[in-house]
């Protein structure tokens, strides 16, 4: 079946770190794939997406990685700040803008 | 200019009673899809409508439907609401598949 998993509910680091948040995917056939932040009594941001004819792909301090043999897929936030303290989800796009999201990771940021 | 619009932003209503929440999508959006999210079950899709057609359908009851209008507007309808139905739901639009959704604010909807 299609499911998303992400393997820490919760991150923390200290601000000026590298942050990574890691994520697994089941569906072998999706081709696009789609990181979120969501913010307290927010909807979830686009931060970055990646097609599956990739492996990485770079944003502003952000970098997702995506490794196909393994359905895996990372988002790499830089000297991460405590404005980047949030809930992370990744998400597959099944098809027709079916999109299946993992369970979330908290970020946490301290000063 | 301006994001996916949800209204309302809060809503209150009891057991039994049917709901309707609308979403105008980002202006030349023509996909708009809706997510029910919880803590218990995170968030999980509900359905996607492009050109007032509905492409694709998640895993719930009958009783809730949308549909979307001619300006790619959208509504979701719950009807006889239960306790579980509580929720913040949200919609999504996008210009075409394949392609970023953007998430409006959502409306949170409790059932007492």
């Known amino acids: 079946g299609e499911s998303v998993g992400l393997h820490l509910p919760t991150l923390s680091v200290q601000e000026g770190d590298n942050s990574i948040i890691n994520c697994a995917y089941s569906?072998?056939?999706?081709?696009?794939f789609i990181w979120y932040k969501q913010e307290s009594g927010k909807g979830p941001q686009f931060i970055i997406d990646i097609r599956s004819n990739m492996d990485k792909r770079q944003g502003q301090r952000v970098t997702v990685l995506l490794n196909k043999t393994v359905k895996h897929l990372s988002l790499q936030i830089a000297a991460t700040q405590p404005g980047d303290s949030a809930v992370y989800f990744c998400?597959?796009?099944?098809?027709?803008?079916?999109?299946?999201f993992g369970t979330g990771t908290r970020l946490l940021v301290s000063p | 200019k301006a994001g996916v619009t949800q209204t309302p932003r809060y809503l209150i209503k009891t057991r039994g009673q049917q709901v309707t929440l609308s979403c105008s999508p980002i202006s030349g959006h023509r996909s708009v899809s809706w997510y029910q999210q919880t803590p218990g079950q995170g968030l999980q899709f509900l359905f996607e409508y492009f050109s007032e057609t509905q492409r694709n359908k998640g895993n719930f009851p009958g009783r809730f439907s949308g549909r979307q209008f001619s300006n790619s507007r959208s509504e979701m309808n719950v009807s006889t609401l239960e306790l579980g139905d509580s929720a913040l739901y949200l919609c999504?639009?996008?210009?075409?598949?394949?392609?970023?959704?953007?998430f409006g604010q959502g409306t949170r909807l409790t059932v007492v």
């Open positions: 998400a597959e796009n099944t098809g027709f803008q079916k999109l299946v």
């Open positions: 569906n072998s056939a999706s081709d696009y």
């Open positions: 999504a639009s996008s210009n075409r598949s394949g392609t970023e959704a953007f």
